[in-house]
Nanobody
Framework: QVQLVESGGGLVQAGGSLRLSCAAS????????MGWFRQAPGKEREFVAA????????YYADSVKGRFAISRDNAKNTVYLQMNSLKPEDTAVYYC???????????????WGQGTQVTVSS
């Protein structure tokens, strides 16, 4: 079992930045691929970013490419999502997920956090 706890969400103005964190416990973190997904009201959960076990390979949705950056610190069992140049359409609940490899497909992830709200005002 893997437990994931997100933090760092909040309210920010358009153009601002936030850094989300996801702390993992219960299993060797360095053996897990990690991903970030988001879900806005009335919409399906969508892929945002992912990284492989070492963090050497990263993947992004086109909508966030160049603005968001995923990284991980295996010594701290934590994955991060740095979000810059935020837009109102980035407003959503952001979820951290863990699986055998970093993937843009949510079905590849067995473990999910409870989510953290990000609200971007115009």
């Amino acid at each position: 079992q893997v437990q994931l706890v997100e933090s760092g969400g909040g309210l920010v103005q358009a153009g601002g930045s936030l850094r989300l964190s996801c702390a993992a416990s219960g299993r060797s973190f360095s053996n897990l691929g990690m991903g970030w997904f988001r879900q806005a009201p009335g919409k399906e959960r969508e892929f945002v970013a992912a990284c492989n076990r070492s963090g050497s390979s990263t993947y992004y949705a086109d909508s966030v490419k160049g603005r968001f950056a995923i990284s991980r610190d295996n010594a701290k069992n934590t994955v991060y999502l740095q979000m810059n140049s935020l837009k109102p359409e980035d407003t959503a609940v952001y979820y951290c997920a863990a699986g055998p490899w970093g993937s843009p497909n949510r079905r590849d992830y067995a473990y999910w956090g409870q989510g953290t709200q990000v609200t971007v005002s115009s």
